[in-house]
């Protein structure tokens, strides 16, 4: 079983920085993790991903740029650091966690966090 915590979000200033951490547990050797974030009334979205083996990394072209997906060397938490972050970015940011490489489809997700609150002030 895998299970998935999300923490650090919160409410920022217009251009201030976040950083989201999500704790892995179970067995994950070789698999694909990644956030997805889901604003009010929108469907649910890819942000970034990130292979377990080799530290891949893909992201959203609304976030190029401006954030960044990392993991520990244990494979145990998975960070996002959202910087310059706009209103636009205001979402509930979600962790996955799955056996194929997670795509912009949420249905490519195995595992979903409980989910985290970034709200973004103008």
């Known amino acids: 079983q895998v299970q998935l915590v999300e923490s650090g979000g919160g409410l920022v200033q217009s251009g201030g920085s976040l950083r989201l951490s999500c704790a892995v547990s179970?067995?994950?050797?070789?698999?694909?993790m990644g956030w997805f974030r889901q604003a009010p009334g929108k469907e649910r979205e890819f942000v970034a991903t990130?292979?377990?083996?080799?530290?891949?990394?893909d992201y959203a072209d609304s976030v190029k740029g401006r954030y960044t997906i990392s993991k520990n060397n244990a494979k145990t938490t998975m960070y996002l650091q959202m910087n310059s972050l706009k209103p636009a970015d205001t979402a509930v940011y979600y962790c996955?966690?799955?056996?194929?490489?997670?795509?912009?489809?949420?249905?490519?997700?195995?595992?979903w966090g409980q989910g985290t609150q970034v709200t973004v002030s103008s």
């Open positions: 990130i292979s377990w083996i080799g530290s891949s990394t």
């Open positions: 996955a966690a799955a056996r194929r490489k997670i795509t912009a489809s949420p249905a490519s997700a195995d595992y």
């Open positions: 179970g067995r994950t050797f070789s698999w694909y």
